[in-house]
């Protein structure tokens, strides 16, 4: 209690010494480099703050400059040595804020900037319980990671607003009649297509932003905004607590969710507060009357947090270790229909018997049936026979034999298997796990923890050496990027997803917009492992591992990205099996070697402009399919072909020399969605990517 009482004492006695002005014979704390004195404030600069909150703002060097300004002032030390060394944005607006703008009617921001009046482009919402330290750190780190120049203008509301209250400015009041969190989220200028990067959300372990409504309040209508990107910036202690009691959680036995929940992840932000009850009930209000309310936001800021903390929370080879432990003795009963032993097999026992999993086979015939896709009496009969008694298989693999629909309607989750050599999966198979069955949680871990990551990492690395990336920001940027580009495309976020394409990517039109499937309740971890690129185009293949209710599993991603802006972007991801499978994915790792590993300086890429032919459908004479034609790029340099079928959340990628007996893939290699595709023929060259026109059809 005496301890307490000090630290209050000499926290007092801080502020008390800021505001009073004894701290330094100017009577105020030294002002930052670049600020306005009082006597520059010009008449225009007071009434700048009386009008366009969007204008309230300050360049990311400005504002870097402030706060670290602050930090390296003897009142700040007096501060960190009174609250045992953390400071808080409050802190910081009484002990500095507050006595250099009083008097002026302006705030930091219009200080700094004077009366260079600029629209911010980005905006930080954060809580102002933050640690201080934590705060600069993660802001910076979010700079660099995104590559802003230090010359945008952001907006910050402890430095935007005009905090003393007192007559020369508006007061606190005025400037929330003015709405100031709306005026910047809904302004062209913080838009991406305006060339804005959206809102920033900040995260320190000294305070939960989304307990705060008002941080609710700018996340809700960021994400009702067409265009405003939302992203997150994560302190590197937050990411360790987050981490440590992820990982405690999962080492306890609990689930993904209760330990996502543990960590802060998912928030129920319908309990969020402020401090003013009319302030609550307005906001409260406002969320509610849009569609699903707080449980959309909860949504929002899962999404975002996820893709914010890649490597820790979603890192598979951590998760999958915990997971392990659980399988070994396990017994796993499983039904496979089909006409006979699959070719991997003798495999497929190697790996149960590594993991230490009894995998238990029954064979199901399905019989001398005219359509297996429909079932057949053999399984109808087997089937009701296990409904009767109780003793459901842990595992239903279909191939060439379907249950009947009402069959499959028993309770059940969806199984989703990594395209490899040992679970083979193509179109013409089903996997699924009865909810009911003894053996469903066995099921659910076996299938997210087949892989051994490390080891396939270790194995394609060896496999291609020279095409490392030499640089080790590309490296980082690619890496997170396409973990965040996973989450997105396997939860179905086509907004997210489409903040991280090129201005060419098929993703960004609407037609295939339309046909995303938006999956709730879902968690996707991702987990990299070759990258290959030059100086614009790179390839990132992975691992992804999805836990829900009603779907899970592993499969494997590719990813292709060019540069535009100085910026990684993606031109297109896919999970469709033709493309994940080991030869497929060697294939590229060929190409890498000729085509971009030799092209990783901008003076090695020359820029070609000649393109392959929009692709025609014909029917060959005496073949069953039609066939999708080209001609190729009339270029003299070595090059390699990628006809790129498009299809709502996906594609089917298929490699092709360059010689134009190639030029051609035939409609039986495709197949049916009932839904729009779009194919166009990219034409690989010295490190550049040059895309052909392309054409649409229904298939």
């Known amino acids: ?17 800021a505001n009073s002005g004894k701290l330094h014979k100017s009577g105020a704390p030294l002002l930052p480099p670049g600020m306005a004195k009082p006597e520059e404030v010009t008449e225009k600069m007071r009434e700048r703050q009386r009008r366009e909150p969007e204008q309230w703002s300050m360049t990311i060097q400005q504002w870097v400059d402030v706060m670290q300004h602050c930090i390296q002032q003897p009142e700040y030390a007096e501060l960190k040595k009174a609250k045992h060394g953390c400071v808080t944005m409050y802190d910081i607006n009484e002990a500095f804020v507050k006595p250099w703008t009083r008097g002026t009617g302006c705030s930091v921001a219009v200080l700094m900037s004077k009366e260079q009046e600029k629209r911010a482009c980005l905006m930080m919402s954060h809580a102002w319980g933050e640690h201080v330290e934590q705060l600069l750190k993660a802001m910076q780190e979010f700079f660099e990671d995104r590559g802003l120049d230090y010359s945008t203008p952001i907006w910050f509301c402890v430095f935007g607003n005009y905090q003393p209250g007192d007559s020369a400015g508006p007061s606190i009041g005025e400037q929330l009649a003015m709405d100031p969190f709306a005026s910047v989220i809904e302004s062209s200028d913080i838009k991406k297509r305006s060339g804005g990067y959206g809102m920033v959300a900040v995260h320190t372990t000294t305070a939960d932003l989304y307990e705060r409504l008002w941080c609710v309040h700018e996340v809700d209508r960021a994400i009702e905004q067409d265009g405003v990107e939302v992203a997150g910036a994560l302190s590197a202690e937050y990411v360790a607590e987050v981490n440590r009691r992820v990982q405690m959680f999962l080492d306890l036995g609990s689930s993904v969710s209760e330990a996502l929940a543990a960590a802060g992840i998912t928030t129920n932000t319908s309990k969020a507060k402020c401090g003013n009850p009319s302030d609550e009930s307005m906001l409260i209000k406002m969320i509610t009357s849009r569609p699903e309310g707080f449980k959309r936001l909860d949504e929002a800021i899962k999404r975002f947090r996820v893709a914010a903390i890649p490597d820790v929370v979603f890192n598979l080879e951590r998760w999958a270790g915990s997971i392990k432990e659980k399988l070994r003795g396990a017994t796993i009963t499983v039904w496979r229909i089909g006409p006979g032993r699959f070719r991997y097999h003798d495999e497929l026992m190697a790996r149960m018997k590594e993991l230490g999993v009894n995998w238990k086979e029954i064979h199901i015939d399905p019989g001398d049936v005219e359509n297996a896709m429909i079932g057949s009496p053999a399984i109808s009969e087997a089937w009701a026979n296990v409904l009767a008694s109780g003793d459901l298989p842990d595992l239903v693999w279909e191939e060439g034999g379907r249950l009947k629909q009402e069959e499959q309607n028993f309770p059940q989750a969806a199984v989703a298997t990594r395209n490899s050599n040992i679970l083979y999966y193509m179109n013409d198979v089903t996997m699924y796990a009865p909810k009911m069955a003894k053996g469903f949680d066995h099921v659910r871990n076996l299938m997210s923890v087949f892989d051994d990551i490390p080891k396939a990492a270790a194995e394609w690395q060896n496999r291609f050496p020279s095409t490392y990336i030499k640089d080790p920001a590309a490296r980082i940027s690619l890496r997170t990027k396409f973990i965040s580009a996973a989450v997105n495309m396997m939860t179905g976020n086509a907004e997210s997803l489409g903040m991280l394409c090129h201005s060419k990517s098929n993703y960004l039109r609407e037609v295939h917009i339309a046909q995303f499937e938006s999956q709730v309740d879902v968690v996707v971890r991702a987990f990299p492992i070759c990258s290959w690129a030059s100086s614009s185009v790179a390839i990132v293949t992975g691992i992804v591992a999805v836990d829900s209710p009603d779907y899970f599993g592993t499969q494997d991603l590719l990813s292709i990205w060019m540069k535009e802006a100085g910026d990684w972007k993606l031109l297109s991801m896919t999970n469709d099996p033709t493309n994940t499978a080991s030869e497929e994915i060697a294939q590229f790792g060929d190409w890498a070697v000729t085509h971009l590993a030799p092209f990783q300086t901008e003076s ?58 190639e030029c051609y893939v035939s409609e039986g290699s495709l197949w049916s969605t009932g839904s729009t595709w779009t194919l166009r023929v990219w034409t690989l060259s010295k490190g550049m990517i040059t895309i052909g026109e392309e054409v649409d059809f229904q298939n």
């Open 1 to 17: 209690m005496l301890r307490l009482q000090s630290a209050n004492e000499q926290l007092q006695k801080a502020l008390e010494a």
């Open 604 to 661: 090695d890429v020359v820029e070609e402009n000649h393109v392959a032919s929009k692709a025609e459908k014909h029917k060959p004479k005496g073949e069953r399919f039609d066939q999708w034609q080209w001609k190729p790029a009339d270029i003299s340099e070595p090059f390699v072909q990628v006809a790129e079928f498009h299809y709502g959340q996906s594609s089917r990628l298929f490699l092709k020399g360059p010689d134009v007996s």
